[in-house]
């Protein structure tokens, strides 16, 4: 019933810039949060950041802070974001989540290589 998809993720040199897409379809009436997690290979997923949807408040992890920002597009259920400064150690499947009344749902990730 509900469908997350992401898109933005490629091969960047360290230091280099991204941005991330992540468009909410299906049975959504009202959004509550979205979030962005990653995972790397061997490592436990980790939580990247999240905004709400009324006052689009927001929230990182303190690795990402100051480098990356979240941001939304409420007319059309989408979340962004913008990498910056990125680091080897940023290698990782990035997911996406929503939070609706009905439940928690799930993107298949996309996935963002820093390599030189």
């Known amino acids: 019933q509900v469908q997350l998809v992401e898109s933005g993720g490629g091969l960047v040199q360290p230091g280099g810039s991204l941005r991330l897409s992540c468009a909410a379809s299906g049975s959504i009436f009202s959004i509550y949060t979205m979030a962005w997690y990653r995972q790397a290979p061997g490592k436990e997923g980790e939580f990247v950041a999240a905004i709400s949807w009324g006052g689009g408040s927001t929230d990182y992890a303190n690795s990402v802070k100051g480098r990356f920002t979240i941001s939304r597009d409420t007319a059309k259920n989408t979340i962004f974001l913008q990498m910056n400064s990125l680091k080897s150690e940023d290698t990782a499947a990035y997911v996406c989540?929503?939070?609706?009344?009905?439940?928690?749902?799930w993107g298949q990730g996309t996935q963002v290589t820093v390599s030189s």
């Open positions: 989540t929503v939070v609706l009344p009905t439940g928690r749902y």
